[in-house]
Nanobody, 115 residues
Framework: QVQLVESGGGLVQPGGSLRLSCAAS????????MGWYRQAPGKQRELVAI???????TSADSVKGRFTISMDSAKNTVYLRMNSLKHADTAVYYC?????????WGQGTQVAVSS
């Protein structure tokens, strides 16, 4: 059983930056990959970026060059550094963790980009 807790969301102006964090906790779990999805009002949840246990990164074209995903394995924590934020980045951002048993989701943190 894994619990995921996100933090770092908030309101930022276009061009600004935020850093999201997601800490995983539990007992005896393994990690194949961790990452971030987002869901804007009226839209489906979409992949933002994931990082595998081996360090392989996959990210959406819309965030490449602006967002950077990283992981601190000692802390079981994944980060998403978000630079050059746009209005289109406004969404609830959900942390996820993939393991052999399936996918675990955080409760989400709101990111609002507004001028």
């Amino acid at each position: 059983q894994v619990q995921l807790v996100e933090s770092g969301g908030g309101l930022v102006q276009p061009g600004g930056s935020l850093r999201l964090s997601c800490a995983a906790s539990g007992s005896g779990f393994s990690i194949n990959a961790m990452g971030w999805y987002r869901q804007a009002p009226g839209k489906q949840r979409e992949l933002v970026a994931i990082i595998t246990r081996g360090g392989f990164v996959t990210s959406a074209d819309s965030v490449k060059g602006r967002f950077t995903i990283s992981m601190d394995s000692a802390k079981n924590t994944v980060y998403l550094r978000m630079n050059s934020l746009k209005h289109a980045d406004t969404a609830v951002y959900y942390c996820y963790l993939r393991n052999p048993e399936g996918t675990n989701w955080g409760q989400g943190t709101q990111v609002a980009v507004s001028s």
